[in-house]
C-alpha cells in the first residue's frame, strides 16, 4: 500500500501550511513581553474575556482525540460515537460551570491540585498532581503519535522527524507566551478546525449520496456484521444490549460510565481544560466559560464522526479493508490479524484517508492545516497543564518552597521542555492501540474516574477527610489497575490492552472494558473515602468556607441580559442536547 503517493500536494498546500506555522509562531512572539510574573505564564493574569477562554475552552479539547479519535470510533461505532458528546460532555460542562467553577474560581486556587490541599491535605494533592502530570504526558504523546502518523502518511516524513519538527514548534510559542499564547493559538486553530472540515463532510455526504445514501449503505454494512441494520446510524435502539451494537456496551455501563463517572471526571476535574475557565477575567465570565463552549460542542459530532462513517462505506483503492480505511500493517508489511483471522483495521486512518479522496488541490493544504491545528492544540494544552502542576503542585510543593517569582517562571519554562520530550516517548506507547480514543479513555479511567469520586465527595459531603480522600483515590486507582489487569476485549492478547493479572472476564469491545474500569474505579473510591472520612477526624466548619457547597454563599447571576446569565445558558444547552438525543435515537 503506498498511500503517499495518493498526496499530491501541490506547493499552495505547502504554502497554507507554512502560513499557518507562522502564525502559530507569530503569536508566541508578539505575546512575549507580556509575560512578566508566573501568574501571566501559567493563568494568563486572570484577564481574559469568556468568549475566548469559553473557545479555548474547547479547543484545547480538540487534540488528535478529537478530530482522528472521534473519526476513528465514528468508523469503528457509528453515530453511537455521538454519546461522547450529548451524554458524554454536555451534561457536564453544565455542571461544572454552574456548581464547581465558584469554588476553583472563588477559591483562588492556582490549580486542580491546589484545590485539594486547601480543601483535604498536601498528600491529596501530591497524588493527584502526579497522576495528573503522567496523564498530560499520555495525552500529548497521542496527539504527537498521530500528528507523525498524519506526516508520515501524506507527505512521507519520516514519524520521528515529523514528531520533533512539530513538538519543536509548540515548544517555542508556548515558551514564548505562555498559557495567553495556548489560547489564542486555541482560538485561531478552533476556526480552522471548522472551516477546513466542513467542505469534507460536505463532499462526503455529496459522495455516498446523502444521508439517506449513507444509512442505506451503514445499513448492509451493519447486518453483514451481525448487527440490526439501523445499528450504525441510532444513537440508542440498540443499547438493550451489548451484543446488539458495535460499541459491544448496553445502556446502563454506557450512562453510568461515560455519562456519569467518564464524562464528569473528564470534564469538571481535569485541570486541562479548568486552566481555561481560571483565566477567565472574573467569576461570572467562569462560570460562562464552560456553557459557552457547550454550544458548539453538541454540534462537532456531525463534524469530526460522520467523515468516520463516510470513510467506512464509500470505495476504497487499496487491497485489504472497509471503504477507505486499511489495515494495519506488520513490521513486514503485511496485513495484522486479529485472534479470529480478521485483519485489523487502521481506524485512526478513516478521516484522512476521506481527506485525500476528497479535497482537490489548495483544499487539501486547507484540510490538512486543519488536522495539523487540531493536534498541535491539543499537544498545547497538555503541555501547559503539565508545566503548571509541576512547577506549583510538585516543585514549589516538595523541591524548593519559598523561591522568587522569577525563579518559578523560569522553572515553568524549564518544565514546558521537559514535558515535551517526555511526550515524545508517549508517542511511541500510543502506536500500539488501533483506535487513540479507546486508549485516551482507559488513560481518563485510571486518573479521572477516582479524581471524580474524591471532588465530588469532598464539595458536597462536609463530612469526607484528607485521610479518606487520599486513600480513596489511592484504591480507586489500583481498583481499576486490577480490573484493567483481569479482564480483556474480545480479540485481544493479554498485555498492553489487559489480561496482565490473568482473564476472568471478555468484554465484546475495548470500550465496553474501559467503561467497567472507569465504573470499578470510581465505585471504589467512594465507597473507600466514605469508610475512611467516617472513622476520622473532620476538618471544623470555619476551615471550609468557600470549599464545600454547605458553607459557600451562592453566587447571584446579575447579567443585564437574561441570556448572558449561566443558569439560563445551562437550561438552553441541555434543551437543546435533549432534542439532538432524540432525533438520533
Not at 4 to 30: C, E, K, N, S, T
Not at 80 to 92: D, K, L, M, R, V
Not at 400 to 412: F, I, T
Not at 453 to 473: K, N, V, Y
Request: positive net charge; aromatic residues 12%.
Amino acid at each position: 500500500m503506498d498511500i503517499v503517493r495518493q498526496a499530491h500536494l501541490a506547493p499552495i498546500d505547502y504554502v497554507v501550511m507554512a502560513v499557518y506555522f507562522a502564525a502559530v509562531l507569530a503569536v508566541g512572539w508578539l505575546l512575549r513581553r507580556l509575560m512578566r510574573t508566573s501568574t501571566d505564564f501559567f493563568l494568563s493574569g486572570r484577564s481574559l474575556p469568556p468568549w475566548v477562554t469559553g473557545l479555548a475552552f474547547i479547543s484545547a479539547n480538540l487534540g488528535a482525540q478529537e478530530v482522528l479519535g472521534m473519526g476513528a470510533s465514528g468508523a469503528k461505532y457509528g453515530i453511537a460515537t455521538s454519546h461522547f458528546y450529548w451524554i458524554g460532555a454536555i451534561p457536564a460542562m453544565v455542571f461544572v460551570g454552574l456548581f464547581m467553577m465558584p469554588f476553583y474560581y472563588g477559591s483562588r486556587a492556582r490549580s486542580v491540585p491546589e484545590y485539594l490541599k486547601m480543601r483535604f491535605d498536601e498528600k491529596t494533592r501530591t497524588l493527584n498532581a502526579v497522576s495528573f502530570a503522567v496523564m498530560t504526558v499520555f495525552s500529548s504523546g497521542i496527539s504527537m503519535y498521530a500528528l507523525g502518523k498524519l506526516l508520515n502518511l501524506l507527505l512521507g516524513w519520516s514519524f520521528d522527524a515529523s514528531i520533533i519538527v512539530a513538538a519543536i514548534i509548540v515548544l517555542v510559542y508556548i515558551l514564548l507566551g505562555g498559557l495567553t499564547s495556548a489560547i489564542y493559538n486555541e482560538v485561531l486553530q478552533f476556526f480552522l478546525i471548522v472551516f477546513g472540515f466542513l467542505p469534507l463532510v460536505y463532499l462526503g455526504l455529496t459522495a455516498v449520496g446523502g444521508w439517506h445514501g449513507l444509512s442505506t449503505q451503514l445499513a448492509a454494512l451493519s447486518t453483514s456484521r451481525g448487527f440490526a441494520p439501523d445499528a450504525y446510524t441510532h444513537a440508542w435502539r440498540t443499547m438493550g444490549s451489548a451484543s446488539q451494537n458495535p460499541i459491544g456496551v448496553e445502556w446502563f455501563g454506557l450512562v453510568m460510565g461515560l455519562g456519569f463517572v467518564l464524562s464528569f471526571g473528564y470534564w469538571c476535574t481535569d485541570f486541562l481544560v479548568v486552566q481555561r475557565a481560571m483565566a477567565a477575567e472574573s467569576m461570572t465570565a467562569a462560570r460562562r466559560t464552560p456553557l459557552i463552549a457547550a454550544f458548539p460542542k453538541m454540534f462537532f459530532p456531525f463534524l469530526v464522526i460522520l467523515p468516520g462513517m463516510i470513510a467506512l462505506v464509500l470505495s476504497g483503492t487499496h487491497g485489504i479493508g472497509q471503504g477507505l480505511i486499511p489495515a494495519k500493517l506488520t513490521a513486514a508489511g503485511a496485513p495484522l490479524l486479529d485472534g479470529a483471522g480478521h485483519p485489523v483495521l487502521d481506524y485512526d486512518l478513516a478521516t484522512p484517508m476521506l481527506l485525500m479522496r476528497l479535497f482537490p488541490t489548495g483544499m487539501l493544504g486547507l484540510g490538512l492545516t486543519a488536522l495539523l491545528a487540531s493536534f498541535m492544540s491539543g499537544m498545547a494544552g497538555n503541555v501547559t497543564a503539565f508545566n503548571t502542576v509541576w512547577t506549583y503542585d510538585i516543585y514549589q510543593a516538595h523541591i524548593r518552597k519559598g523561591a522568587s517569582d522569577s525563579h518559578y517562571l523560569w522553572m515553568g519554562r524549564a518544565a514546558t521542555v521537559a514535558g515535551i520530550v517526555l511526550a515524545i516517548a508517549a508517542a511511541y506507547v500510543a502506536s500500539a492501540f488501533n483506535n487513540i480514543m479507546d486508549l485516551l479513555q482507559l488513560v481518563f479511567a485510571f486518573v479521572n474516574a477516582p479524581l471524580f469520586a474524591t471532588f465530588f465527595l469532598g464539595m458536597f459531603w462536609r463530612r469526607s477527610t484528607g485521610h479518606g480522600a487520599f486513600t480513596g483515590l489511592l484504591c480507586g486507582t489500583l481498583g481499576a489497575a486490577v480490573h484493567h489487569g483481569l479482564t480483556l476485549p474480545a480479540g485481544a492478547v493479554p498485555g498492553i490492552k489487559g489480561g496482565y493479572l490473568g482473564v476472568i472476564h471478555m468484554y465484546p469491545s475495548e470500550m465496553s472494558q474501559t467503561f467497567w474500569t472507569a465504573i470499578t474505579a470510581w465505585l471504589t473510591c467512594t465507597v473507600v473515602t466514605i469508610v475512611v472520612s467516617l472513622a476520622t477526624q473532620p476538618r471544623p466548619d470555619k476551615e471550609l468556607h468557600g470549599l464545600v457547597y454547605a458553607l459557600t454563599p451562592r453566587p447571584r447571576d446579575n447579567e443585564r441580559h437574561f441570556w448572558q446569565r449561566p443558569m439560563t445558558l445551562g437550561g438552553i444547552v441541555l434543551v437543546m442536547t435533549l432534542l439532538l438525543n432524540f432525533v438520533f435515537f
